[in-house]
Antibody, heavy 121, light 107 residues
């Protein structure tokens, strides 16, 4: 069974740092791109960042560029999101998801259960 | 940036058909996927590549995509289908984009 399990969320002060982790199982991790998607309280889904299977390509939504860093360790089936200089508006549940890309299309399946990040003083 | 717009809410009676639209510039030139999210749960893929259903998703879920609009149709809607639904697309320039989300209420 394909599974994703996030951890590392918690309460952090504005300007602080946090590292989220996601452990994958049940599939060949290194052959899939992965993404982080967040959902603020009562809000919709927002893609945050993605990384290719090799880790060589990384993309970010404009609002986190220069503050967040996505990475992966294929030897450990781990995906990470390093969050620096966090802002109140980064408060959200953060999901990791597997990217499936075929013939010019891509979708996310499955998703983890999410980890909650609260930015507050 | 690329935007996908959905109606905030759709109401449907049990057994009837619910249609959820997703509008974006030339969306029909891209592929659309759809996710169902029930309260307190993670999103679940229900449609990918415009009209394909993943294993385990009921046949009452179907999708289409043409022009500027993708549509998710739920035929014979059941109470268990009450949830938020998000459309999604991806391309090489805009990367991953989600729609604004639609709350489906089964009255």
């Amino acid at each position: 069974e394909v599974q994703l399990l996030e951890s590392g969320g918690g309460l952090v002060q504005p300007g602080g740092s946090l590292r989220l982790s996601c452990v994958a199982s049940g599939f060949s991790f290194s052959t899939y791109a992965m993404s982080w998607v967040r959902q603020g309280p009562g809000r919709g889904l927002e893609w945050v960042s993605g990384v290719s299977g090799s880790g060589g390509r990384r993309d970010y939504v404009d609002s986190v560029k220069g503050r967040f860093t996505i990475s992966r360790d294929n030897s450990k089936n781990m995906l990470y999101l390093e969050m620096n200089v966090v802002r109140i508006e980064d408060t959200a549940k953060y999901f990791c998801a597997r990217d499936i890309a075929v013939a010019g299309s891509a979708w996310l399946d499955p998703w983890g259960q999410g980890t909650l990040v609260t930015v507050s003083s | 940036s690329y935007d996908l717009t959905q109606p905030p809410s759709v109401s449907v009676s049990p057994g009837q058909t619910a249609s959820i639209t997703c509008s974006g510039d030339k969306l029909g030139d891209k592929y659309a996927s759809w996710y169902q999210q029930k309260p307190g749960q993670s999103p679940v893929l229900v449609i990918y590549q415009d009209n394909k259903r993943p294993s385990g998703i009921p046949e009452r879920f179907s999708g289409s995509n043409s022009g500027n609009t993708a549509t998710l149709t739920i035929s014979g809607t059941q109470a268990m289908d009450e949830a938020d639904y998000y459309c999604h697309t991806w391309d090489s320039s805009t990367r991953c984009v989600f729609g604004t989300g639609t709350k489906v209420t089964v009255l």
